[in-house]
Nanobody
Framework: EVQLVESGGGLVQPGGSLRLSCAAS????????IGWFRQAPGKQRERVAC????????YYAQSVMGRFTISRGSAKDTVHLQMNALKPEDTAVYYC????????????????WGQGTQVTVSL
């Protein structure tokens, strides 16, 4: 079964850090582009960061550049999102997605998604 499982979300104060993980199973994750998306209440899902399938080139949304870092684990079946200097506007459900048809970032139309993990940044 093709599956993505996110973990690592939680409640953190502004300026704090969290590390999200996305564990892939049922497919060869290193051959897929993997991305993190987020969706806040009442807002559209937006792409946050992604890592390519060819040479692990990373891509970031402007809003998180310099604060978030995406990386593949040594076993290549896990992708991490290190989030530093968190802001209240980072509060959202974070989803990871995988896509075999793109080499840079997953399409929103991809059918491989995790169930999401809640990140809340608040005092």
């Amino acid at each position: 079964e093709v599956q993505l499982v996110e973990s690592g979300g939680g409640l953190v104060q502004p300026g704090g850090s969290l590390r999200l993980s996305c564990a892939a199973s049922g497919f060869t994750a290193e051959s897929y582009s993997i991305g993190w998306f987020r969706q806040a209440p009442g807002k559209q899902r937006e792409r946050v960061a992604c890592i390519g399938s060819v040479d692990d080139t990373a891509y970031y949304a402007q809003s998180v550049m310099g604060r978030f870092t995406i990386s593949r684990g040594s076993a290549k079946d896990t992708v991490h999102l290190q989030m530093n200097a968190l802001k209240p506007e980072d509060t959202a459900v974070y989803y990871c997605a995988a896509d075999s048809t793109t080499v840079d970032c997953p399409r929103v139309q991809t059918d491989i998604w995790g169930q999401g993990t809640q990140v809340t940044v608040s005092l």
